[in-house]
């Protein structure tokens, strides 16, 4: 499955580990199937990933 990045629209903080802690939902998410180049990655999303541990399906 391809990975989708999220972000609410009225923040820069893009996230893609759907179990992170502030993961974004709700009808004001932008979503993109390309990393972002612009705002930054969220930290806890980076070590999720980093630690093995980053759901990204809808399990």
């Known amino acids: 499955m ?6 609410k629209k009225d923040s820069d903080t ?3 580990c759907k ?3 502030n993961y974004p939902t709700g009808s004001d998410v932008v979503k ?3 990393k ?6 969220d ?4 070590a999720k990933e980093k630690a093995g ?5 809808d399990c």
């Open 14 to 16: 893009w996230h893609w």
């Open 2 to 7: 391809p990975r989708v990045w999220v972000r």
């Open 32 to 34: 993109s199937d390309k």
């Open 53 to 57: 541990d980053c759901t990204e399906d």
């Open 19 to 21: 179990n992170c802690s």
């Open 43 to 46: 930290n806890e999303c980076k």
């Open 36 to 41: 972002p180049t612009y705002g930054e990655l």
